[in-house]
């Protein structure tokens, strides 16, 4: 009976081993594809962000996958800041909307943010959807959204590459209250691009979306688009419609608060 414990401790011991082989092996996978997927061709083995930086993954959509809604203006850095708070500004044909982004909570998502502003990218585009029903939401970033009248793509336009939500308010009660500006995604995780929305009421939405900044002024340009309504144009799908009154971005920055 002795020499049966014995060998039945053994065998533990072997399995135990074993496993943790198996999960270190794993490990050291996952990180070979991070790596892949961030596309560091340095030779060295050491990857991890300096202190006070994040380590950001910017996931390029595939040429093959690339609708022509999609405008590319390259990838941010991998490594980005997060520290700091920076002001996000909204010019519009109404007038100016400023927002407050705390790079702490959000680093990956201010340096897309950055980096697209830098390029351009939300320039002269349209505030394509709005919902008056429910989540209340004002909803932009569609870089195909622009000129005269809509388009039934309206909504699906972004940059060509994705990245991870950040700073989800699963603590919140209401996750989304008036003045949060939080990213739109498909619903899959790692499907935050470029479009973004504005809540102008407290919103019962599901805490998926990325909190982004929370407006500091202009909220009363926001609340005379949603006062003017909707044309539904969405309603049998996402909710809500094509404002009703027009609302353009002519110009969007972020800088140092």
Same mark, same amino acid.
């Given at each position: 009976m002795a020499e049966r414990a014995t060998r039945a401790r053994r065998r533990r011991q072997t399995t135990a081993i074993v496993g943790a082989g198996a999960a270190l092996l794993l490990v050291v996978a996952g990180t070979v594809w991070l790596v892949s997927a961030l596309g560091d061709d340095d030779s060295s083995t050491d990857t991890a962000a300096p202190s006070g930086a994040a380590q950001c993954a910017f996931t390029p959509i595939p040429e093959d996958q690339r609708i022509p809604q999609i405008k590319d203006v390259g990838l941010p850095g991998n490594q980005q800041p997060n520290s700091g708070v920076q002001t996000l500004t909204i010019d519009t044909n109404l007038g100016q909307i400023t927002a407050k982004v705390d790079r702490y909570r959000t680093p990956c998502t201010a340096a897309s943010f950055n980096h697209l502003a830098?390029?351009?990218?939300?320039?002269? +585009?349209?505030?394509?959807? &709005?919902?008056?029903? #429910?989540?209340?939401? &004002?909803?932009? #970033?569609?870089?195909?959204?622009?000129?005269?009248?809509?388009?039934?793509?309206?909504? +699906? *336009?972004?940059?060509? @590459?994705? &990245?991870?939500?950040?700073?989800?308010?699963?603590?919140?009660?209401?996750? @989304?209250?008036?003045?949060?500006?939080?990213?739109?995604?498909? *619903?899959?995780? #790692?499907? +935050? #691009?470029?479009?973004?929305?504005?809540?102008?009421?407290?919103?019962p939405l599901d805490p998926n979306y990325t909190v982004l900044g929370t407006v500091t002024s202009g909220m009363d340009i926001v609340k005379q688009v949603a006062a003017a309504g909707d044309d539904k144009a969405f309603a049998e799908q996402a909710g809500g419609g094509h404002p009703k009154k027009e609302i353009v971005i002519t110009d969007l920055t972020m800088s140092a608060a």
């Open positions: 830098e390029k351009n990218f939300f320039d002269n +585009t349209k505030c394509h959807r &709005l919902v008056t029903e #429910g989540i209340k939401v &004002l909803q932009c #970033g569609d870089p195909s959204a622009t000129g005269k009248g809509w388009r039934e793509t309206d909504g +699906t *336009g972004g940059p060509s @590459y994705r &990245l991870m939500e950040e700073n989800l308010p699963t603590d919140k009660r209401p996750p @989304y209250p008036e003045g949060v500006i939080a990213m739109a995604n498909s *619903g899959q995780p #790692g499907s +935050t #691009g470029s479009q973004f929305f504005i809540v102008y009421g407290d919103s």
